[in-house]
């Protein structure tokens, strides 16, 4: 079972993956994949609806809009410059701990949404990322040991950047993390149970089908379950909050000489076993 929603920004509704491959809408047994469904043991629900052979589940219709896995959550975490090779790339140090900032939850955006250069972007960069959505509520520093215990699943994401807001306009990273269509994730969720090792996969990047990126999630500086035992000293994580984990080296920004992007790219990422997204570049 893979967790999906379907239809017109701003108008999806739940539905599920299963495992022969139908498509099948939840819209009528859950309202939608929010803060209250982790919460209130909605992931326990959705699994024993499917088990159950999704009584009144109709297919979800063909060529249907996905939408972003989850709904808009309270908050994205990111983690700069979280894979060595990056880091050098990027400059400006090798981080001793986790490099923390926020993108704006209006930047969220579908697996295939179109991404959209803003006015004034000159330097327009990819990141693919692994994301870990949060399922039960981290009040309080969890222990690293109990931290994935929190997860309800993982899924891909892509940090897009525009890096002369990021780096050349001063103050935090924000204002070249946040701007509309800047944070897709999907194509769906996968749950916990389901990816063994959130430190064995890999993850990769093509920008007009030349391939850009290509890493382990092993390489990491610092895993999943530390990021979420981290976090948690500075900020509740509430069920549905995204981390984005970092991207390996590759990005634009990093070559010689650097390549951002244009309107009419495709950037296409994914990582192993998690699916893949896919955008078109247009102008703002």
Same mark, same amino acid.
């Given at each position: 079972? #893979?967790?999906i929603?379907?239809?017109?920004?701003?108008?999806?509704?739940p @539905?599920?993956?299963?495992?022969?491959?139908?498509?099948?809408?939840?819209s009528?047994?859950? $309202?939608? !994949? /929010?803060?209250?469904?982790?919460?209130?043991?909605g992931?326990?629900?959705l699994?024993?609806?499917v088990?159950?052979?999704?009584?009144d589940?109709?297919?979800?219709?063909?060529?249907?809009?996905? %939408?972003?896995?989850?709904?808009?959550?309270? #908050?994205?975490?990111?983690i700069? #410059?979280? *894979?060595l090779?990056?880091?050098?790339?990027?400059?400006? @140090?090798?981080?001793?701990e986790?490099?923390?900032?926020?993108? +704006?939850t209006?930047?969220?955006?579908?697996?295939?949404d /179109?991404?959209?250069?803003?006015?004034?972007s &000159?330097?327009?960069? !990819?990141?693919?990322?692994?994301?870990?959505?949060i399922?039960? &509520?981290?009040?309080?520093i969890?222990a690293?040991s109990?931290?994935l215990e $929190?997860?309800?699943? !993982?899924?891909?994401f892509?940090? *897009?950047?525009?890096?002369?807001?990021?780096?050349?306009? =001063?103050?935090?990273?924000?204002?070249? #993390?946040s701007? /509309?269509?800047? +944070?897709?994730?999907?194509p769906?969720? &996968?749950?916990?149970?389901?990816?063994s090792?959130?430190?064995?996969?890999?993850?990769?990047?093509?920008?007009?089908?030349?391939?850009?990126?290509?890493?382990?999630?092993?390489?990491?500086?610092? %895993?999943?379950? !530390?990021?979420?035992? *981290?976090?948690?000293?500075?900020?509740?994580?509430?069920?549905?909050?995204?981390?984005? &984990?970092?991207t390996?080296?590759?990005? =634009?920004?990093?070559?010689?000489?650097?390549?951002?992007?244009?309107p %009419?790219?495709?950037?296409e990422?994914?990582?192993?076993?998690?699916?893949?997204?896919r955008?078109?570049?247009?102008?703002?």
């Amino acid at each position: 079972m #893979k967790l999906i929603r379907f239809g017109e920004p701003g108008r999806e509704e739940p @539905g599920v993956i299963l495992e022969d491959g139908r498509w099948i809408d939840a819209s009528g047994q859950f $309202h939608d !994949y /929010d803060e209250a469904f982790f919460a209130l043991g909605g992931m326990e629900a959705l699994e024993a609806w499917v088990e159950d052979g999704c009584p009144d589940g109709i297919a979800i219709p063909p060529g249907s809009r996905l %939408g972003p896995p989850i709904d808009r959550p309270s #908050k994205i975490v990111c983690i700069g #410059k979280n *894979y060595l090779e990056h880091a050098k790339e990027f400059g400006e @140090g090798i981080p001793t701990e986790p490099v923390l900032f926020m993108k +704006a939850t209006s930047a969220w955006s579908g697996p295939h949404d /179109d991404v959209i250069r803003p006015e004034g972007s &000159t330097k327009l960069d !990819y990141e693919v990322e692994l994301a870990v959505v949060i399922g039960r &509520t981290v009040s309080g520093i969890v222990a690293e040991s109990e931290a994935l215990e $929190h997860v309800a699943g !993982y899924a891909v994401f892509c940090d *897009y950047s525009e890096r002369a807001f990021q780096k050349e306009m =001063g103050g935090q990273w924000v204002k070249g #993390k946040s701007c /509309d269509s800047f +944070a897709p994730m999907g194509p769906w969720l &996968t749950p916990v149970g389901q990816v063994s090792d959130p430190q064995a996969l890999r993850l990769w990047c093509h920008v007009n089908g030349e391939h850009r990126q290509n890493g382990w999630t092993g390489d990491m500086m610092f %895993g999943a379950a !530390y990021l979420i035992h *981290y976090i948690s000293r500075f900020m509740s994580l509430l069920p549905g909050d995204v981390i984005a &984990t970092g991207t390996p080296s590759g990005v =634009g920004m990093g070559m010689e000489p650097p390549r951002f992007l244009q309107p %009419g790219d495709c950037v296409e990422c994914g990582v192993e076993g998690l699916g893949e997204l896919r955008q078109r570049v247009v102008a703002g």
